[in-house]
């Protein structure tokens, strides 16, 4: 009996398996493996297609009226996997293994966790000498760690949630959900500067073990190497260990299909995905027309990899930043393993249009005929696809990101544009902004702020007053007009935005700036700052009254959680007048919200409001992230109908 796609995702333990697991007669009473046809991990196994080794596992294996009928990952106490704890005091097995770790955790300890799809590091999340020396050891420190609680009671003691939050974290997926914080029980070095925790409840009986044996919250964090992704293999758990942790709690059944933790955030407007991954995938994605088959290889950050045929699409679990060549190396192999899943052999392959991303590289290079997606059509058709867009009307969408090449070989990222599966056309972008350093202004927010502060004509002095010599030497070469990259990304406005109001000067991660600035943010209503349009071929935000005004308020010692609230209201308004615009020169009804700052819950929120205010349809990301881990599937839907025409062609020839 072969299980469906959807059930072969890894999901969390069922109630009849808990059952079992909490029966003091049951042959699985508090077996960490416990798990059935229902539930428990299937993709991260892989296919297994033996017979179990233990007399009773096969009887339950040929019982057709038992849960574990035909369910080739049956395992017991006789025959199933063996934790292990491996630490300096030694080696320990089972009941053991587990004490001391628990003890340990306790005792303020780093433990190397493996998981269903991966490695965690677990350390108490209420020890904050703890969490530090996690975060010195691992290199990491500001990007914030999830939690997991005991149970939704914990949960609720660190955080405020509601019904729609507590199905969701309760839910067979268990993902992370970024919820708003509550109180101060935890360390302060789990989530620096943020306003939201990551939390999430166990998933498997070994982790309903751990939570109940040692802290009630523990940071629960992907293990991995610095810029490699998360550890799925033993050796490289050792290795971890050895750099970082003070044990090793593992067990003796490899880990074939890796997946992180999914991730979501709470929002209004519905959970904001985030990180599609364990539990999400395997699971197909219904396009709306049929796909030759194809493969849609994604962007550099944040990648994921697509696979469809017919009205099927997989989308793979987070592979990463493919910088690195232990990412690299695991792009390529879950390519090959994800076409061998979907019983998909491509005959052709999508791509983004920019040519250093690694993955552009492989689609040059793989040999398959190739489709070219730019990366804002991509953003948009993704959503398109996952609301099942089915006209051929074009939508509008609004797409704001950190940067994507354009067509014209700019840097785009604060795009208007009108967009179905079969093209697109560019109506209108923001104001863009010079990236002085290139790179090292991404990295260095103050950077951007004093690129603003230049472009709207102020004096950079009265912001930076113990300006260093470079940012003299850069606000000169601003002033003279040196020819530094521009980009019209609207997280470059929010990067200008967090440093002028002194929140973030300098990021150690990726969208660090923003999140912090909306963390400040006051919740109440405010209005929004001034800004321009202009008109040349296409419409101009023009942020530079924005940044006046908002200088102005900053030297008359305005508070900074009214300032960034007003500054998200701004952006707000902009997609507001930006839509109008759209929606007088095409009469569309509908605009997409896609790219990364679109998990900004406050801009979200705010332009949701303003645009449903107006009459439109707003279509947000549900299951599948706006940000670049969503590419690759707005890449194959693209190409999908690119083909489709191509093919209808040579046949009338
Ligand atoms: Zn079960
Ligand atoms: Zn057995
Ligand atoms: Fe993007």
């Known amino acids: 009996m072969a299980r469906s796609y959807d059930l072969r995702r890894d999901l969390s333990i069922c109630a009849d398996c808990i059952r079992e697991f909490t029966d003091v007669d049951d042959r699985r009473h508090r077996f960490p493996f416990i798990q059935c046809g229902d ?116 949960v609720e003691r660190v955080a405020y949630l509601g019904a729609e939050e507590r199905a969701l974290l309760l839910g067979p997926e268990r993902p992370i959900l970024l919820l708003p914080r509550r109180g101060e029980a935890l360390a302060p070095s789990v989530a620096p500067g943020l306003s939201d925790l990551g939390l999430f409840l166990p998933s498997s009986a070994l982790q309903l073990l751990l939570m109940e044996a040692g802290p009630p919250l523990q940071v629960m964090t992907s293990a991995n190497l610095s810029g490699a992704p998360t550890a799925r293999d033993d050796d490289e758990a050792l290795r971890i260990l050895q750099q970082v942790g003070d044990a090793l709690l593992h067990f003796n059944r490899p880990i074939e299909n890796h997946a992180d933790d999914s991730v979501f955030r709470a929002s209004a407007r519905g959970a904001i995905p985030i990180r599609r991954s364990r539990a999400l995938v395997p699971r197909a994605i219904l396009l709306p027309f049929e796909a030759p088959p194809l493969l849609a290889v994604g962007g550099q950050e944040k990648n994921t990899v697509c696979v469809a045929e017919g009205r099927r699409a997989f989308l793979s679990q987070h592979i990463g930043d493919l910088e690195g ?73 609004v797409v704001f990101d950190g940067t994507g090449l354009g067509d014209d070989q700019g840097l785009w990222g604060g795009e208007f544009l009108l967009a179905n599966f079969d093209g697109y056309q560019r109506l209108g972008h923001l104001r863009p902004l010079a990236l002085p350093g290139g790179s090292a202004a991404i990295r ?86 001034p800004f321009d349009l202009r008109f040349d071929q296409i419409f101009q935000i023009d942020l530079r009254p924005t940044v006046r005004a908002l200088a102005a308020d900053l030297s008359e010692g305005g508070s900074p959680a009214l300032l960034a609230a007003r500054f998200h209201e701004t952006m707000a308004r902009a997609i507001e007048t930006g839509c109008l615009h759209l929606r007088a020169s095409s009469g569309a009804s509908a605009v997409a919200l896609g790219g990364g700052c679109f998990q900004n819950r406050l801009l979200l929120e705010r332009a949701t409001a303003r645009l449903e205010a107006i009459g439109l349809r707003v279509l947000s990301a549900r299951e599948v992230p706006q940000n670049d881990g969503g590419l690759s599937l707005g890449q194959a839907a693209i190409a999908a109908r690119r083909l489709a025409r191509e093919i209808a062609a040579s046949s009338k020839r």
């Open 444 to 529: 260095n927010p103050w950077r951007l702020a004093l690129a603003a502060l230049i472009d709207a004509e102020l004096p950079p002095e009265a912001f930076f007053p113990e300006s260093s010599r470079s940012a003299s030497i850069l606000a000169e070469r601003l002033r003279r007009g040196d020819d530094f990259p521009r980009s019209s990304g609207a997280g470059r406005w929010f990067d200008a935005a967090s440093a002028l109001l002194g929140v973030r000067l300098q990021v150690s991660y990726d969208g660090q700036a923003p999140a912090e600035l909306e963390s400040i943010a006051s919740k109440d209503p405010v209005d929004p700052y």
């Open 39 to 154: 539930c428990g991990p299937s993709f991260a196994l892989g296919p297994t297609k033996e017979e179990p080794s233990c007399q009773a596992c096969l009887a339950e294996f040929r019982n057709s009226t038992g849960r574990r009928f035909g369910f080739s990952k049956i395992a017991c106490p006789d025959c199933g996997p063996v934790l292990r704890l491996v630490s300096h005091a030694g080696l320990a097995e089972g009941e053991t293994a587990l004490t001391r770790a628990a003890s340990l955790l306790h005792e303020g300890g780093i433990v190397v966790v493996k998981a269903t799809a991966g490695f965690h590091l677990a350390v108490d999340a209420c020890n904050e000498e703890a969490v530090r020396r996690l975060r010195t050891r691992k290199q990491r420190p500001h990007k914030p760690f999830a939690v997991m609680a005991r149970d939704l009671e914990w």
């Open 325 to 397: 060549e232990a990412a690299w190396a695991r792009f390529v192999e879950d390519i090959e393993r994800l076409k061998e899943f979907a019983g998909i052999e491509p005959a052709a392959v999508a791509h983004d249009l920019h040519p250093d991303y690694r993955s552009t590289r492989y689609a040059l290079e793989c040999g398959l005929p190739r489709v070219a997606v730019q990366h804002h059509h991509a953003h948009a058709a993704a959503l398109l696809a996952e609301h099942g867009w089915r006209s051929d009307e074009p939508a509008m969408a």
